[in-house]
């Protein structure tokens, strides 16, 4: 399956060559003919990287507090990536990278590796290509790789849900918000950050969190609560240890190679499946869209052609018996 | 295609045989084989059924805005069918549909269906079984058909764009929420309405709202915002005439035939395609878990797999030449 041509920019990851690694970013992001290759040759479901989601509504500081580990990283001689995404509306389409220039304090550290990310390109979405990134990376020997979020939609908490820990970050004045959160959201952060610690209000917050914990199964293991401030670096160290403690535990979601490999590999089987489904749809119809014409006609209907879908496998059986 | 047992239910539902009805929900919620056929002999894309999405945060008071909307709607002489959804937490998987008893009102009234609808049992998830069933109730000559969903998530967007005109359900307290939903859930409602207008912190809300429209793009047209209150039912013949416009003038999203197969073929397509690239991985590699021994032990990558599941086809093609 390998290329040589695919070998060689795999070689340049894993030798961590920046502009060898940028290239190949790009291809993944551009769902380039190569990418899978290169990907296939990277992939180490042992890896040891350990990926920090950072999600939670917009206002929380997050950029600021990616800043921060990024900085107690380097501290401890780690090499660390960076994988800020911004889904935008699937409506509308902007992009608000705004005060991410932040982290361009460490653009000039070598060791330092920062990629923005939006939906654009990639069939199988915006989490798609961070999940490819993230094999990138790591394979380039960064560790941790840090993915933060905008917002707390579905595509951000399927993006956070990539992460081995997820960091859910919320301040004072989100009382309300957080309890319009649901259970779930509440759920996926593995530690939660309660950032501006120092204002007003962060006992409120802290009071609704608890309340929130109460929608969680009681089996279930309640995430830890720290209160910092990532502005004054007040509770930062509480964190971290906190983040090295939830690695070690393996109390990180996907902290196992099995786990990883298996959200890996089910968000391939959609991604292709669609596409599989495309294909045949337009095998027989010319094209989805004529697939449509041929329903809107009343020669057939979209329950008739899921079941050609489905049948599709079944003669496919029966011929080989 | 159609077997003379599904003929016979379908039959049934479109003759509004209460319980053939309720039964041949049941058939979908469930997967049961003969779901498909049935629903390929009730497909109509022409139907002149209106789909009714509501949505919004919880303590929005749609269920009582439904119980309004039912009432309107049986006083036009129409038989009214109402799908409650309550996709619960992915994560965890409870269901809250406490104060959907009100619509119980109604429950004595024959020509007036509820249906409450968990995320078990579909393949497809909830929007797929929501999906079916708004086909059923128009088949049964329901019209209209109201979708009321809980939340504001990804899957409530999805439900909700499933109706034909969505209305986005907001009350007084909940100007900073929408100061936090993106761009992308404020242009899913076809219709804002502000709810509990007799309460203070309206006009801030209305406020909040029209600083939302500035995200939304010039070209796009801003939904009409209506005040009013469900509990004491002023404002509501202002949102009637809103819906009743909005039909009428062809701006709800799918009011067009095209627009609802394109949505309902799609999300068969992803369905199907999910279902197929499982199948084709248990093909090769004896199930879905095996694949993943299979890349534990370093014998393949998923990356491999979804270039055999992009082959797959490719291969078939050329066996065809």
């Known amino acids: 399956m390998l290329s040589s041509k695919a070998d060689d920019f795999a070689r340049k990851v894993r030798s961590c060559d920046t502009r060898g690694l940028a290239r190949v970013l790009s291809m993944v992001e551009n769902g380039h003919p190569l990418a899978h290759s290169i990907l296939h040759s990277l992939y180490n479901p042992e890896r040891s990287c350990l990926t920090i989601g950072i999600t939670g509504p917009p206002g929380g500081g997050k950029s600021t507090l990616t800043d921060r580990l990024i900085t107690y990283w380097r501290g401890n001689g780690n090499k660390v990536g960076v994988i800020a995404v911004d889904p935008s509306s699937p409506f509308s389409g902007g992009a608000l990278l705004g005060d991410r220039i932040r982290m361009q304090d460490h653009a000039s550290d070598p060791e330092v590796f920062i990629r923005s990310m939006g939906s654009r390109g990639h069939l199988g979405g915006v989490s798609g290509t961070t999940r490819d990134a993230i094999e990138v990376l790591a394979a380039a020997s960064y560790d941790p790789v840090i993915v933060e979020t905008i917002g707390v939609g579905q595509t951000e908490v399927e993006i956070a849900s990539l992460a081995d820990i997820t960091l859910l970050v919320l301040v004072p004045g989100q009382g309300d918000e957080v ?51 990532a502005q004054t670096g007040e509770g930062l160290d509480k964190l971290t240890d906190a983040i090295v403690s939830c690695a070690f535990s393996g109390t990180g979601r996907k902290a196992t190679a099995r786990k990883r490999t298996t959200l890996i590999l089910g968000s391939i089987i959609r991604e292709k499946g669609r596409e599989l489904a495309r294909k045949l749809v337009s095998d027989r119809y010319g094209s989805v869209e004529e697939a449509i014409e041929s329903i809107l006609e009343g020669k057939t209907t979209p329950y008739e052609i899921g079941e050609v879908l489905s049948g599709f496998l079944e003669n496919k059986q029966e011929n080989r018996e």
Do not use: H, W, Y
């Open 179 to 229: 309890q319009t959160m649901k259970a779930g959201i509440m759920e996926i952060g593995d530690i939660i950050v309660l950032n501006k610690a120092d204002r007003p209000g962060i006992e409120q917050l802290e009071m609704s969190v608890s309340a929130s914990f109460e929608l969680i199964p009681d089996q279930a293991e309640r995430p830890p609560v720290i209160r910092c401030s």
